[in-house]
């Protein structure tokens, strides 16, 4: 079992930055894939990047590549999202979630997630 708790969201201007904390508990965090999702409302939740066990693979939806930056470090069992020049479409509640085996986008493939954090960009 993981436990994973997001922190780190809020309101924004548009062109501002914020970054995204996901504290992990539990088994051991070096054994999951790690990944950031978001949902706005009325929309379905997408993917929006994700990282390889050791930190040293990334991957990036379209939408936000360029402009956030996914990291992890294993010996705080935490990942983070660093988003920097925030649209209004970013704005979305966003989740972490742990993978043991599956395809990064694909939200079905992942085994726990956390509870989100909203982020509003305001233009």
């Known amino acids: 079992q993981v436990q994973l708790v997001e922190s780190g969201g809020g309101l924004v201007q548009a062109g501002g930055s914020l970054r995204l904390s996901c504290a992990a508990s539990g088994r051991t965090f070096s054994s999951y894939t790690m990944g950031w999702f978001r949902q706005a409302p009325g929309k379905e939740r997408e993917f929006a990047a994700a990282i390889s066990r050791s930190g040293g693979n990334t991957f990036y939806a379209d939408s936000v590549k360029g402009r956030f930056t996914i990291s992890r470090d294993n010996a705080k069992n935490t990942v983070y999202l660093q988003m920097n020049s925030l649209k209004p479409e970013d704005t979305a509640v966003y989740y972490c979630?742990?993978?043991?085996?599956?395809?990064?986008?694909?939200?079905?493939?992942?085994?726990?997630w956390g509870q989100g954090t909203q982020v509003t960009v305001s233009s």
């Open positions: 979630a742990a993978q043991s085996f599956g395809i990064w986008s694909n939200y079905g493939g992942y085994d726990y």
